[in-house]
């Protein structure tokens, strides 16, 4: 099985930083990686697919980038709505693993 | 609206069983990839078991944590997913999810979530 590791943990940041979350895979995933938000109490939604195609509705301040085994979330200038959980996925192989999370809290 | 609301979470004994509903509205369960995800308290997402689409042959998967001791289905007539859980231990204790997994080109991803109900295995 895959094994998605997240780094950092936790993430304090003020509105307006530009904040970045990694995500490296145990092998190669090609471009198979997604990126969710989850807010306190709520289920999951996703921001970005395929490493970097942006769903739907999702603002342009979010974008992803990597491939293979490393992979990156940018937020380039937090609002106080993006203050979540984020939780990148791989879809490469089953079963489609999440890292353990980055909580992004105000500074 | 498409809409996933799980039921059937509740409090049980270690290696006691439960069976999880998710009843879909605003689109058809088995033309879909359908999935289970848990989180336990304070935890992130962990997938659990899969079911794939009629039309791709209905297979199914699971997480080595659960393999063997839970079940997914679905009953089509009632647009509804089904968990079995059986032999729960405490580590099971978890906020179960439905998600519907969908392709964009050659991508895969979770587009739809129900907002999950709580199994508790504790005596």
């Known amino acids: 099985d895959i094994q998605m590791t997240q780094s950092p943990s936790s993430l304090s940041a003020s509105v307006g930083d530009r904040v970045t979350i990694t995500c490296r895979a145990s092998?190669?995933?090609?471009?198979?990686l997604n990126w969710y938000q989850q807010r306190p109490g709520k289920a999951p939604e996703v921001l970005i697919y395929?490493?970097?195609s942006l769903k739907g509705g999702v603002p342009s301040r979010f974008s992803g980038s990597g491939s293979g085994t490393h992979f990156t979330l940018t937020i380039s200038s937090l609002q106080p709505e993006d203050f979540a959980t984020y939780y990148c996925q791989q879809s490469y192989s089953t079963p489609d693993s999440f890292g353990q999370g980055t909580k992004l809290e105000i500074k | 609206e498409v809409q996933l609301v799980e039921s059937g979470g509740g409090l049980v004994q270690p290696g006691g069983s439960l069976r999880l509903s998710c009843a879909a509205s605003g689109f058809t369960v088995s033309t879909y990839y359908m999935s289970w995800v848990r989180q336990a308290p304070g935890k992130g997402l962990e997938w659990v078991s899969v079911?794939?689409?009629?039309?791709?042959?209905?297979?199914?998967y699971y997480a080595d944590s659960v393999k063997g001791r839970f079940s997914i289905s679905r009953d089509n007539s009632n647009n509804t997913l089904y968990l079995q859980m059986n032999s729960l231990r405490a580590e099971d204790t978890a906020v179960y999810s439905c998600a519907r997994w969908v392709g964009a080109s050659v991508y895969w991803y979770f587009d739809v979530w129900g907002r999950g109900t709580l199994v508790t295995v504790s005596s």
């Open positions: 395929g490493v970097s």
């Open positions: 092998q190669t995933i090609s471009t198979y």
């Open positions: 079911l794939y689409s009629d039309g791709a042959g209905g297979n199914t």
